[in-house]
Nanobody
Framework: QVQLVESGGGLVQAGGSLRLSCAAS????????MRWYRQAPGKQRELVAA???????NYTDSVKGRFTISRDNAQNTVYLQMNNLKTEDTAVYYC??????????????WGQGTQVTVSS
């Protein structure tokens, strides 16, 4: 039973910072890509950032230069450091991970979501 638990969301003023964490637990053989998505009210869910097991990263254009994704492989944890937050960053943030639970089976898992609210 693999579980992703998110933390770090909350209320912050525009220009401030937050760090989101997502820890994977359970029977884990390996983790390939880990990602952060977000969904704002009335909007489609969008990919924010992704990081491979080797540390290669990708970001959506709107967060480049402001957000940093990282991971601690020993702790099976992915982070999203969010700096210079804007009101348009307000959304529910979800972590996602491509997790192999055995040598022959793997699939995507999702966290429960954590609310990030940026006030003006």
């Amino acid at each position: 039973q693999v579980q992703l638990v998110e933390s770090g969301g909350g209320l912050v003023q525009a220009g401030g910072s937050l760090r989101l964490s997502c820890a994977a637990s359970g029977s884990i053989y390996s983790i390939n890509v880990m990602r952060w998505y977000r969904q704002a009210p009335g909007k489609q869910r969008e990919l924010v950032a992704a990081i491979t097991s080797g540390g290669s990263t990708n970001y959506t254009d709107s967060v480049k230069g402001r957000f940093t994704i990282s991971r601690d492989n020993a702790q099976n944890t992915v982070y999203l450091q969010m700096n210079n937050l804007k009101t348009e960053d307000t959304a529910v943030y979800y972590c996602n991970a491509d997790i192999r639970v055995s040598a022959s089976y793997g699939c995507d898992y999702w966290g429960q979501g954590t609310q990030v609210t940026v006030s003006s």
